[in-house]
């Protein structure tokens, strides 16, 4: 009894440990914000600075359009993921349930894109949005990653589980393929749906590069790549004082969609197999 309850101490303690290691840059970001002029970036190490204050919030907040670009972001996580992830669902379903020539060819094709970095597709996709009028606007971001290859392989793993009898005894009765989808499947999809909108919600928050490649505008800006503006800004003292400021409370939503989805999504991991 006494060695195991010393593991259990120990694991516990590593636990711990571990956990405050992943939570310290949080912690620091947040001090970095609460710094007052360029203590920030001070030789000097300390755990709270000697005077905390608002300032760098209050500095960029007035002078940069920050609730513009959380607007944007949000526009951009919230309707991308609501509709990438109805994507998923439907092509999920399609390639887990239905027998057709050339399925295999399909999926492979998808998995294949996979592994294809997004600079091979950075000019094709620019000229496609430049073409259609929607540079400098948020469909410009949405529309290019409503097809989700990960968030497809992800539904078609879950759907496979779904027992095909239940389908059989819902086209028995009458019920055509989407009813079969809407009152059968997607019921038992709560933990799938989970993990496709945290997934789907933190990638979009976080997207840098291509927002860059198609939003010009200063106030058209998504939150990752206006924080990019200010480190050479030179109207701030205090540029990282600044940066922690704005990435401080960016945080927030992407805390608050796992809080919300954290039960789905811990049982969607389990049952998709992912690791």
Sequence with gaps: MTTTRNRRWLLTAALAALAA??????????????????????????????????ANVAEVFA?????????????????????????????????????FRGRGLIYAAFLVTIMMPIQVTLVPAFLVVARIGLVDSPWA?????????????????????????????????????????????????????????????????????????VLQGNENLTVPVGLSTLTNNPAFSSPWGAVMAVATVTVLPLLAVFLVFQRQFVQGIANTGIK
């Design 141 to 213: 971001v949405i529309l290019p990653t409503l097809f989700d290859v990960v968030g497809i392989f992800i539904a078609r793993q879950f759907m496979l589980g779904v027992p095909d009898p239940l389908l059989e005894a819902a086209r028995l009765d009458g019920a055509g393929e989407f009813r079969t989808f809407r009152s059968v499947v997607l019921p038992t999809c709560g933990p799938l749906i989970g993990v496709l909108v945290i997934l789907g919600f933190m990638t979009r928050w976080n997207d840098f590069l291509w927002p860059l490649v």
């Design 63 to 99: 002078t940069q359009p920050v609730w513009q670009w959380l607007t944007n972001s949000l526009l951009v996580a919230g309707v991308g993921t609501a509709l990438s992830v109805c994507v998923s669902l439907l092509a999920g379903y399609a390639l887990a349930k239905f027998r």
């Design 21 to 54: 290691i992943m939570v310290f840059p949080l912690y620091w970001m947040v001090v970095s914000a609460l710094t007052p002029g360029g203590q920030s970036q001070s030789r000097e190490f300390y755990l709270w600075p000697d005077e905390p204050t608002m």
